[in-house]
């Protein structure tokens, strides 16, 4: 696991400091490979606020109770002073998160004046280095602490707030023709994940080309749409070893491969385990 952070005064403790309209307490970023899975549990939230970034991968959510909203890359997600925060991120995801700790006195009308949702959590921002080059010069300015760094650390946080504003707004503009057609494609793909489908095709078949439609559909999905394929044979594949007695040759028959070795290659790459051995730890019967 890969973790680079840094703290206002060295303090891991939440605070909150009604001094400066901005103030920016931590910031840091997390890459999970071989550990399995990194959870944070926080009953009564954090006095401060806290804004993720999911870079790649996804991120198990749990804003109510036990409900598990799956969040992938694509997306930020804010939390509000005393919010519960329950979130798990998995080593199978691939998952590479950045996130920051923040308080001040005008953060309200900061987050209202570039279109924060005052109520929810979930924002969609699609991927960009910008996003990841912010967060990494927030992480250096803490640990260095030069001259005039919690400026800097205000200034660098409210361009963050921008790029995330103008990304809203350029999507509000993009025409509904764009958006029928992500979810046309979404929905083909769950209908036919188990078919032998070309991403070439499939957008000459709607007059697309096939740059333009997979860069929409990961602005829109975060995730490209042959790992969006990929990831809804999995899923199904891991439903049928949980509650049925196919053997390892039909499930892959039945998601889409022929080859039964190559599908169980591709099954532990993705979960970490074996077809045998995920149906070991997981059969319902």
Request: with cysteine.
């Given at each position: 696991?890969?973790i680079n ?16 309209p ?5 910031c ?5 490979f071989?550990?399995p ?5 926080r009953p009564?939230?954090?006095i401060?606020?806290?804004l993720?970034?999911?870079a790649s991968?996804k991120v ?8 598990d909203?799956?969040?992938?890359a ?5 939390y509000?002073?005393?919010?519960m925060q329950?979130?798990v991120?998995?080593?199978k995801?691939q ?5 920051v ?11 209202k004046?570039?279109?924060?949702p005052a109520t ?32 800097l ?8 707030f ?11 503009v993009?025409n509904?023709f764009?958006?029928?057609?992500i ?16 991403i070439?095709?499939?957008a ?7 740059s ?15 790992n ?5 044979r ?9 509650n049925?007695?196919?053997?390892i040759?039909e499930?892959?028959?039945?998601t ?11 099954f ?6 074996s077809?045998s051995e995920?149906?070991k ?5």
């Amino acid at each position: 696991m890969y973790i680079n952070s840094g703290y206002l005064n060295n303090s891991l403790v939440d605070f909150k400091d009604k001094s400066k309209p901005l103030i920016v307490g931590s910031c840091g970023t997390y890459h999970l490979f071989k550990h399995p899975r990194l959870p944070t549990w926080r009953p009564r939230g954090r006095i401060d606020y806290q804004l993720l970034y999911i870079a790649s991968g996804k991120v198990h959510f749990y804003f109510k109770e036990d409900e598990d909203t799956i969040v992938p890359a694509g997306n930020m997600v804010l939390y509000h002073p005393k919010e519960m925060q329950r979130y798990v991120y998995f080593a199978k995801d691939q998952t590479e998160v950045y996130w920051v700790h923040f308080t001040g006195s005008n953060v309200k009308q900061i987050l209202k004046r570039h279109h924060f949702p005052a109520t929810g959590h979930i924002i969609n921002t699609g991927t960009s280095p910008e996003y990841q080059r912010i967060y990494r010069e927030m992480i250096q300015e803490l640990q260095l602490c030069r001259p005039h760094y919690q400026e800097l650390l205000a200034v660098l946080l409210l361009q963050l707030f921008v790029l995330v504003d103008r990304h809203s707004s350029d999507n509000k503009v993009m025409n509904s023709f764009v958006q029928n057609e992500i979810e046309h494609a979404v929905s083909y793909f769950n209908e036919h994940y188990n078919l032998n489908i070309s991403i070439e095709e499939y957008a000459a078949s709607r007059n697309m080309s096939t740059s333009w439609f997979i860069r929409n559909f990961k602005l829109y999905n975060g995730t490209t749409p042959l790992n969006y394929i990929l990831s809804i044979r999995i899923a199904n594949a891991q439903s049928l070893l949980e509650n049925t007695r196919y053997n390892i040759t039909e499930i892959a028959s039945i998601t889409g491969y022929d080859n039964p070795l190559y599908f169980s290659r591709l099954f532990k790459k993705y979960t970490g385990l074996s077809p045998s051995e995920y149906r070991k730890m997981n059969n319902n019967f």
